[in-house]
């Protein structure tokens, strides 16, 4: 099946500080999502993005389909954007169901 | 607007025991899943139903059974619970399929087997 890996897998940033998360998948795919998991464990899609750039508030990501990866950006981070980001592919020929990365954990402190 | 619903959201079984979690979505989907969650790792699906009537394996279903009687509704099955099945579950709903379309998660129940 579809490998999907992500990095960091931990960040630790200052209050206000930029970050990039990283996820690398091993096949071609039709969806690729980004969720955020806060520490009360509720999951959170950010992102429905296969292709392209989009941006939301502080937070933005690009897919580069052709070269397999997906980047997460995280401007000017606040204390509740702490938690596990995820990031998941659906694979054309299997639709519903997604593929889940190890996530990447990250602490944003005071 | 409730969106997913899991219930329960808490749980401690007895190695052996059955139980059943349920899923209720309000939002019209034709497709459900149930997934678990581990320490350290990401989501694995368990089973998924793509319509009212059907249902299908994803990566780990050995242990589970699932039934979707109903559009709104999607129940997971432990019929003899195993330690091993210590784990938190979420349920989610999408349309259309995962692919082309976003996913909702439900809050997740944490099930401790001893």
């Known amino acids: 099946g579809i490998q999907v890996e992500q990095s960091p897998p931990d960040l630790i940033l200052q209050e206000g500080a930029n970050s990039t998360l990283r996820c690398n998948f091993s096949d071609s795919v039709n969806n690729l999502q980004w969720f955020h998991q806060n520490p009360w464990g509720q999951l959170i899609n950010l992102f429905y993005i296969p292709s392209g750039t989009k941006q939301n508030g502080r937070l933005s990501a690009t897919t580069v389909a052709t070269e397999r990866y997906s980047l997460l950006y995280i401007s000017s981070s606040q204390t509740t954007d702490s938690g596990v980001y995820f990031c998941a592919v659906g694979v054309s020929g299997t639709a519903s169901k997604l593929t889940f990365g190890t996530g990447t954990r990250l602490q944003v402190t005071l | 607007n409730a969106g997913v619903t899991q219930t329960p959201k808490f749980r401690v079984l007895k190695t052996g025991q059955s139980m059943t979690l349920l899923c209720a979505q309000d939002m019209n989907h034709e497709y459900m899943y149930w997934y678990r969650q581990d320490p350290g790792m990401g989501l694995r699906l368990i089973h998924y139903?793509?319509?009212?009537?059907?249902?299908a394996k994803g990566e780990v279903p050995d242990g589970y059974n699932v039934s979707r009687l109903k559009k709104q509704n999607f129940l997971l099955g432990l019929e003899s619970a195993a330690p091993s099945q210590t784990s938190v579950y979420f349920c989610?709903?999408?349309?259309?399929?995962?692919?082309?379309?976003?996913?909702?998660f439900g809050e997740g129940s944490w099930l401790t087997v001893v």
């Open positions: 139903s793509v319509g009212e009537g059907t249902t």
């Open positions: 989610a709903s999408s349309s259309l399929g995962v692919s082309g379309n976003t996913i909702y």
